[in-house]
């Protein structure tokens, strides 16, 4: 009796559990906890990886780092080529363009002039076919003064001297479509301009762009006007010597501008340490 006695009192106080603590809710341990007093040279900016994440940032300029389309690179190099590659006068004669003001006075008198569109065409033709099955006389009979365009059709004006003023764009690629026409236009004795550019002298005739338009006469208030623009031409364009004979580029960049200047200045200071060393100083 008494081993069992013995062995039952060791089970209990063995197996007797310690007392319960007091908890602590969530809510008091959040109200304990220290607050962090935020720097103010140093705020702190978390991270954000959800979407739209990694938009970039307000205010700076990462254009350097885009990978443009094709074309747009093209378009620079050759823009850079252009400056530092020396170009011969034929080509470099076309960075040459004419005023904004001069301009657009041009561009006013030939906007007078502007072909009739695809619609206003057929229209004048039915009232023509009408006015001829009437048995009246037709008094549109005379071709009117327009601008004329397309690079064949002005080539043959210019040849044979009907062309009174041609504009020429400034930017036609390839080059060497529109090349010679300033030579051809010296050589005939008709006044040109360069002007900019092609997509502008298109609109004016209703095409997307235009290498070269031409006016082969004016109505008698705009005569005055244009022989202004044809003195202008020949004095600025066609009886100008410095447009056949200087030649354009040999720009180096900016770190070989730098890399230039630093190696004559050295040049400088170690020419003057020979001269200081031989007494002549």
């Known amino acids: 009796l008494l081993l069992t ?3 039952i009192n060791y089970s209990v106080e063995t197996f007797t559990m310690a007392p319960k603590g007091k908890k602590t809710s969530k809510k008091e341990e959040k109200a304990k906890a220290p607050v962090k007093v935020e720097d103010p040279l140093f705020p702190s900016r978390p991270k954000n990886f959800g ?3 990694d938009v970039r940032p307000e205010g700076r ?3 350097r780092f885009v990978k443009w389309p094709k074309y747009v690179r093209i378009q620079r190099q050759r823009a850079v080529l252009y400056q530092r590659l020396k170009v011969p006068p034929a080509i470099n004669q076309f960075t040459k363009t004419l005023g904004k003001n001069e301009a657009m ?3 006013t008198l030939f906007n007078k002039y502007r ?4 619609a206003a065409k057929k229209q ?6 009408a006015a ?6 037709d008094s549109s009979s005379k071709a009117p003064n327009v601008v004329k365009f397309g690079l064949k059709h002005i080539t043959s004006l210019v040849e044979e001297k009907k062309a009174q003023l041609v504009l020429i764009a400034c930017d036609v690629d390839p080059i060497e479509t529109i090349m010679w026409m300033p030579a051809l236009c010296r050589k005939m004795q008709v006044p040109f301009m360069i002007v900019k550019d092609r997509a502008r002298l298109g609109a004016l005739v209703h095409q997307k762009s235009a290498t070269c338009l031409a006016l082969t006469g004016v109505g008698k208030a705009d005569e005055a006007q244009l022989n202004l623009l044809k003195d202008l031409a020949m004095e600025k364009y066609n009886n100008n010597p410095e447009l056949i004979r200087k030649w354009g580029g040999g720009k180096m960049g900016l770190k070989t501008q730098a890399k ?4 004559a200045k050295a040049l400088a200071t170690e020419e003057a340490k020979k001269l200081a060393s031989l007494g002549k100083a």
Do not use: N, Y
């Open 115 to 118: 072909p009739e569109t695809p």
């Open 260 to 263: 230039l200047d630093k190696r």
């Open 61 to 63: 300029d990462l254009s």
């Open 105 to 107: 006075t041009v561009f």
């Open 132 to 137: 001829k099955a009437s048995g009246k006389e």
């Open 51 to 53: 979407i739209g994440g």
């Open 5 to 7: 006695s013995l062995s």
């Open 124 to 129: 004048r033709l039915k009232e023509a076919a």
